[in-house]
């Protein structure tokens, strides 16, 4: 079991992103969630995580699980975070940017995120993120750095129970 969250907010053709202070993803656009209590279930902290960061209840919307995005890092440190898109109304009220304690929170539209050599991202976004907005399966994502880079993506097909 993964110990993280991920949570993309689409709103149109946005996403609700987290510019982070902090490392290991520092400066870069992220979606939103956090560290999995041990009492909570994956769900649950993304749930939490969403409404401690954003405010926003995403409980009254669809929570859709897309699967995990795993990697290994200077072929040592392996890990993983559980990964979920909720869909809001298109005329969702909610103005930014908005300074949190965790960053900056601000809509982006998904062809600027996706855009070739977008650095503000960080290397694997690019590979999984029009796989979790346009897929309707759950995948492990599976991604290899080297030195910060991005060496190699996977994506495999989860069965519906199974997340790793």
């Keep these: 079991m993964y110990k993280q969250t991920l949570c993309f907010i689409r709103r149109n053709d946005e996403l609700l992103m ?15 969630g956090g560290k999995v209590d041990s009492d909570e279930t994956p769900l649950e902290c993304v749930i939490r995580e969403v409404m401690e960061e954003t ?32 869909d ?24 600027w995120l996706l855009e070739d050599k977008n650095f503000g991202v960080g290397e694997m976004m690019p590979y999984f993120l029009p796989n979790i907005l346009n897929q309707n399966e759950k995948y ?7 030195n910060a880079k991005l060496m190699s993506y996977e994506m495999k097909k989860l069965e519906s129970n199974k997340l790793a």
Excluded: A
């Design 55 to 86: 405010d926003i209840n995403i409980n009254t919307y669809e929570v859709i699980d897309k699967g995990v995005i795993s990697w290994e890092v200077d072929d040592s440190h392996i890990g993983g975070l559980y990964v979920y898109l909720v």
């Design 88 to 111: 809001i109304e298109d005329n969702y009220d909610y103005p930014t940017p908005r300074k949190i304690d965790e960053g900056i929170l601000d809509w982006k539209k998904i062809t």
């Design 140 to 146: 492990n994502h599976f991604c290899v750095l080297k």
């Design 18 to 32: 987290l510019n982070r202070e902090n490392k290991p993803t520092q400066g870069l656009w992220n979606g939103v």
